[in-house]
């Protein structure tokens, strides 16, 4: 069964962008000195309640699921 979150655009962005510099060991490349990203900056953009869901993300948890909330014109 597939655990799914609505999250904003902006925080899918991050998401990715944090899959993408850890392809390999994400441990590993999350705590290396990275001059060209600062991850101090993604990470605090992210909401509290999306933390280890992405952490589970970026282990190759194939259960979870990220989906942009649909924007209402209410």
Request: proline share 4%; glycine share 2%; charged share 30%.
């Amino acid at each position: 069964m597939t655990e799914q979150y609505e999250v904003t655009k902006h925080e899918l962005d991050v998401i990715n962008k944090l899959k993408e510099i850890c392809y390999a060991a994400p441990l590993y490349s999350l705590t290396k000195n990275r001059p060209d990203i600062d991850l101090s900056v993604l990470v605090k953009s992210i909401r509290v309640g999306l933390q280890y869901p992405i952490l589970r993300y970026l282990g190759r948890d194939e259960t979870i699921e990220f989906k942009v909330k649909e924007i209402s014109d209410d």
